[in-house]
Nanobody, 115 residues
Framework: QVTLVESGGGLVQAGGSLRLSCAAS????????MAWYRQAPGTQRELVAV???????KYADSVKGRFTISRVNAMNPVYLQMNSLKPEDTAVYYC?????????WGKGTLVTVSL
């Protein structure tokens, strides 16, 4: 059983930055792939960014050039550096991991971007 805990959300003005963190616990082995998703009110949850232990990363078109996903290694927290934030980035951000064939989710952290 893997537990994911997000932190770093909050209120920020448009153009500002935030750094989200996701710490995993309960995993005996490295987690190969971790990702950040987000869900705004009235919308479906969408993929923001994903990172594999190989270093491969992928971003949603809407955040390319503004967000960066990173991790030191597969046993350390995953981060999401968010720059040049826009009001449309307002959402609950969720950490996601696939471990031994099962998918795990954190409870989410709220990011609110004001004008």
């Amino acid at each position: 059983q893997v537990t994911l805990v997000e932190s770093g959300g909050g209120l920020v003005q448009a153009g500002g930055s935030l750094r989200l963190s996701c710490a995993a616990s309960g995993n005996k082995f490295p987690i190969n792939t971790m990702a950040w998703y987000r869900q705004a009110p009235g919308t479906q949850r969408e993929l923001v960014a994903v990172i594999a232990s190989s270093g491969y990363t992928k971003y949603a078109d809407s955040v390319k050039g503004r967000f960066t996903i990173s991790r030191v290694n597969a046993m350390n927290p995953v981060y999401l550096q968010m720059n040049s934030l826009k009001p449309e980035d307002t959402a609950v951000y969720y950490c996601n991991a696939v471990y031994v064939g099962k998918e795990y989710w954190g409870k989410g952290t709220l990011v609110t971007v004001s004008l």
